[in-house]
């Protein structure tokens, strides 16, 4: 049985004042013993937010890591193993804002992979579809690339410590939802190309949905087979949505 995960993704929100007053009412959400919660700040908050959720069960990752897994000369970035030092315990990487906005590509997004998971991070690697792609039917092509890149560079069994998040880009803060049917075929896409190579780390990895999950949509998101839990951006902005989330990932 995989254990649910449900991360909040706060982008490029918050101040020092709104996100204490997000993380305490994060704290006071009851979230079901079999769920695993994580929420990823901005760098500048992450350490507020740590002394804020200590002593409590959600985890606190980072948004982004540098290329390089050790501290160095590389001005404006953040190492892993500082993420490490400093208590995170995971890192999104190829999210789709960064691989559109940014330009990351698929080889930059496997060394950040492997740079995390050497400090002792576990990514979270983001994958998913435009909506021309998906209109143009590549949607599987596109997203079984994404993946192969890191099978191909780094080998299956980097899975049996990282998650995968499946966003497809077109559902990203639209309020569109791709239906559980949708979110579904690609999750057994994902898992099956896992199975290829290791039907073992297939059968363990956690696969997120990401996309205007809400808490309204995510118990039937989460009730699909290989859904295991979602990567959850606005609607983890308010406390009391996303601990509903949580717990619809419990039941
Ligand atoms: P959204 O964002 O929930 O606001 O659509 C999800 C994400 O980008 O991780």
Not at 29 to 37: E, L, N, R, T, Y
Not at 95 to 120: I, P, T
Not at 189 to 203: F, G, K, N, T, W
Request: hydrophobic letters at 50%; proline letters at 3%.
């Amino acid at each position: 049985m995989r254990r649910p995960l449900v991360a909040g993704n706060w982008k490029m929100h918050g101040t020092r004042a709104s996100v204490a007053e997000l993380t305490k009412g994060l704290r006071q959400q009851a979230v079901p013993a079999g769920v695993d919660v994580a929420v990823f700040p901005v760098l500048l908050h992450v350490a507020d937010v740590l002394d804020g959720v200590s002593g409590g069960v959600v985890m606190v990752g980072a948004q982004n890591c540098a290329v390089e897994p050790e501290q160095g000369a590389l001005t404006g970035e953040v190492a892993a193993t500082q993420l490490r030092d400093a208590g995170c315990k995971l890192v999104l990487v190829g999210h789709s804002e960064r691989r559109s906005l940014l330009q990351e590509s698929d080889e930059v997004v496997v060394r950040k992979f492997a740079a995390a998971q050497s400090a002792g991070l576990i990514p979270v690697l983001c994958v998913g579809e435009t909506l021309a792609q998906r209109e143009a039917g590549e949607t599987l092509a596109v997203v079984g690339r994404q993946l192969a890149s890191v099978i191909e560079s780094l080998g299956v069994d980097v899975f049996r410590q990282a998650v995968v998040a499946y966003e497809p880009v077109w559902a990203i803060g639209t309020g569109l939802t791709a239906s559980p049917e949708q979110a579904q075929q690609v999750h057994a896409a994902i898992r099956a190309q896992l199975a290829a190579a290791s039907a073992d780390v297939a059968d363990g990895v956690r696969i997120l949905y990401g996309g205007s999950v809400k808490a309204a949509n995510a118990a039937e998101l989460f009730g699909m087979p290989d859904i295991d839990g979602g990567l959850v951006g606005g609607a983890s902005l308010n406390a009391d949505e996303f601990g509903a989330i949580c717990r619809a990932a419990g039941n």
